[in-house]
C-alpha cells in the first residue's frame, strides 16, 4: 500500500534522508520512530507529495507520491507534525474548508469524531490550545475516510484520556482495513498500535521491526540489592548479565533460563529483590545508543 524505494533527500547543509526503504502492507499500522531530527518529518513530507526526493521515489496505492501529489492530498488523511491553520476561522470553518477542497459531502463520521474528541468546534482556532488544535487535525485527517492515514507526532500535546481515544480510533480503524504510517515519540503508543516498526536515526533506516517479536524478545530485568562490596565483585564475574551497578544494587537481564540465574544468586546473600519486565522504549534504545547491530545472517537485529 505504501512504498519506498531508496527515497533520498540530501538538503544543501548535507542533511537529510538517505536510501529509506520498506514497505507497508494494506491493513498494516506502521511506526516510524526516531529521536528529534533524524528524518520523520521529511520523509513524511515526502510522502505526501510535499518536496521532491533527490534520488529514489515513493508511492502509496500505486501512485507516484510526487508526481500525482495532487491526488495523494485529496486521497490520503495526513496529520502535519506543525499544523499550519488559518487562524482566523474557527476549527469548524477550517474543517469545513477542508471538506470542500476533498469534495466531501457527507458529515456523519466528522460529527462523530468531534464528539469523541469532545472539543468546542466554534472556538476561534487562535483561541485554541496545542491540544484542542491537535484535535482539529486529528478529525482532518479521519473525517473523509481515507484507506491511507499518514499522521506525524498525532499524541503530542493529548492528554492520557485522549490518547486513549486517539488508540482506540486506530485500532478501529484498522479492522476496518485501513492502513497507517505513524510518527511517534511515544513508544507506548506504538506498543498499543503498531504491527511493525522502523528506527530512523541520522537520515538512515537502522532497523524495521515487529513489534510483537520485540515483544516477545523482552528480557526480565531483576534488581538485586547484596550485603557488601566483596559480593558485588563476584557477581560481576558470575557470567550474569548485569546491566548496571551502583553501591550494592545492581541491575541483572535475564531472558530463558530461570535455572541458572536462580543457582548462581543462591551463592550471595541476597538482601532484596524485585523484577520487572524491560520495555520497548529500552530495547529501542539500544538502536539509538549502538545503531544497531548486525547479526549472523547480516540482518539488523536490537542488542537485546
Ligand atoms: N528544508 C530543510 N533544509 C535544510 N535542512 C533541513 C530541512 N528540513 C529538515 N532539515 C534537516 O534534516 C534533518 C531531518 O529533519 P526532520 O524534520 O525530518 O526530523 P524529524 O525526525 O522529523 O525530527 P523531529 O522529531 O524533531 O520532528 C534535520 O537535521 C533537519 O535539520
Not at 54 to 83: C, F, H, M, N
Not at 272 to 289: G, K, P
Request: hydrophobic fraction near 40%.
Amino acid at each position: 500500500m505504501i512504498k519506498l524505494n531508496g527515497l533520498t533527500k540530501v538538503f544543501s547543509n548535507g542533511k537529510g534522508i538517505f536510501d529509506i526503504t520498506f514497505d507497508v502492507q494494506k491493513g498494516e499500522v506502521f511506526g516510524f520512530l526516531g529521536p528529534n531530527g533524524a528524518g520523520k518529518s521529511t520523509t513524511i513530507r515526502h510522502l505526501m507529495g510535499f518536496m521532491k526526493p533527490t534520488k529514489g521515489s515513493s508511492e502509496i496505492s500505486r501512485l507516484d507520491t510526487w508526481k500525482e501529489s495532487a491526488a495523494i492530498q485529496k486521497k490520503v488523511g495526513y496529520l502535519p507534525g506543525e499544523i499550519a491553520f488559518l487562524e482566523g476561522m474557527t476549527g469548524l470553518e477550517f474543517l469545513q474548508l477542508l471538506a470542500g477542497m476533498r469534495g466531501m459531502k457527507d458529515t456523519t463520521y466528522r460529527d462523530e469524531l468531534i464528539e469523541r474528541f469532545q472539543f468546542d468546534v466554534k472556538t476561534p482556532i487562535r483561541k485554541m490550545s496545542k491540544g484542542m488544535k491537535q484535535k482539529v487535525g486529528i478529525v482532518a485527517a479521519f473525517m473523509h475516510d481515507p484507506d491511507v492515514v499518514i499522521l506525524d507526532e498525532p499524541t503530542s500535546g493529548l492528554d492520557p484520556l485522549m490518547q486513549r481515544i486517539f488508540v482506540d480510533l486506530v485500532l478501529e480503524e484498522k479492522n476496518k482495513g485501513k492502513t497507517f504510517l505513524m510518527s511517534s515519540h511515544s513508544f507506548t503508543e506504538i506498543e498499543k498500535t503498531c504491527d511493525r516498526a522502523a528506527i530512523i536515526k541520522n537520515g538512515k533506516i537502522v532497523a524495521v521491526e515487529d513489534i510483537h517479536d520485540l515483544q516477545q524478545k523482552q528480557r526480565r530485568l531483576f534488581e538485586i540489592t547484596l550485603s557488601n562490596e566483596e559480593e558485588l565483585k563476584q557477581l560481576l564475574n558470575s557470567g550474569l548479565d548485569v546491566l548496571r551497578y551502583s553501591d550494592l544494587q545492581a541491575e541483572i537481564a535475564v531472558q530463558g533460563d530461570y535455572n541458572e540465574f536462580i543457582k548462581t544468586l543462591a551463592e550471595f546473600n541476597v538482601r532484596n529483590l524485585s523484577a520487572r519486565e524491560q520495555n520497548l522504549e529500552e530495547i529501542f534504545l539500544n538502536f539509538y545508543d549502538r545503531g544497531g547491530k548486525e547479526d549472523e545472517s547480516g540482518t539488523l537485529s536490537p542488542n537485546v
